[in-house]
Nanobody, 115 residues
Framework: QVQLVESGGGLVQAGGSLRLSCTAS????????MGWFRQAPGKQRDLVAT???????NYADSVKGRFTISRDNAKNTVYLQMNNLKPEDTAVYYCFAEVVPRTYWGQGTQVTVSS
C-alpha cells in the first residue's frame, strides 16, 4: 500500500502565495508521474499540474505562469508553488502519484483565496 500525505493549504488573500507539499510513503517500487488536481464546489476535478520522474512538467492553461510544480525524488515528494493566487483558484487540491501499477490519491487540502 501507498499513502499520500498533503500539507500547505489554507486561506490567503488574492495576490498571495501558498506552497503545497505531498509525500508518498509505503510500498513504493517505482514512482512515475506525480501531480495535482483540484475540485471546486459543484465542479468536476480538474488537472492543475503534473511532473514526470524525469522532471517534465505540464500545466493547465489557467495556472501557467503563476504555479510551479517540482519534486524531490529522494523524498518521494511533490510540491506546488502557487503565486498570484486568484479567488477562482479556491478549491480542494488533491495530490496523485503513479506507483506502478496503480494511481494513488491524497486526502485533499483546502485552498481558499479571498478577494
Amino acid at each position: 500500500q501507498v499513502q499520500l500525505v498533503e500539507s500547505g493549504g489554507g486561506l490567503v488573500q488574492a495576490g498571495g502565495s501558498l506552497r503545497l507539499s505531498c509525500t508518498a510513503s509505503g510500498s513504493i517500487f517505482r514512482l512515475n508521474s506525480m501531480g495535482w488536481f483540484r475540485q471546486a464546489p459543484g465542479k468536476q476535478r480538474d488537472l492543475v499540474a503534473t511532473i514526470t520522474s524525469g522532471g517534465r512538467t505540464n500545466y493547465a492553461d489557467s495556472v501557467k505562469g503563476r504555479f510551479t510544480i517540482s519534486r524531490d525524488n529522494a523524498k518521494n515528494t511533490v510540491y506546488l508553488q502557487m503565486n498570484n493566487l486568484k479567488p477562482e483558484d479556491t478549491a480542494v487540491y488533491y495530490c496523485f502519484a503513479e506507483v506502478v501499477p496503480r494511481t494513488y490519491w491524497g486526502q485533499g487540502t483546502q485552498v481558499t483565496v479571498s478577494s
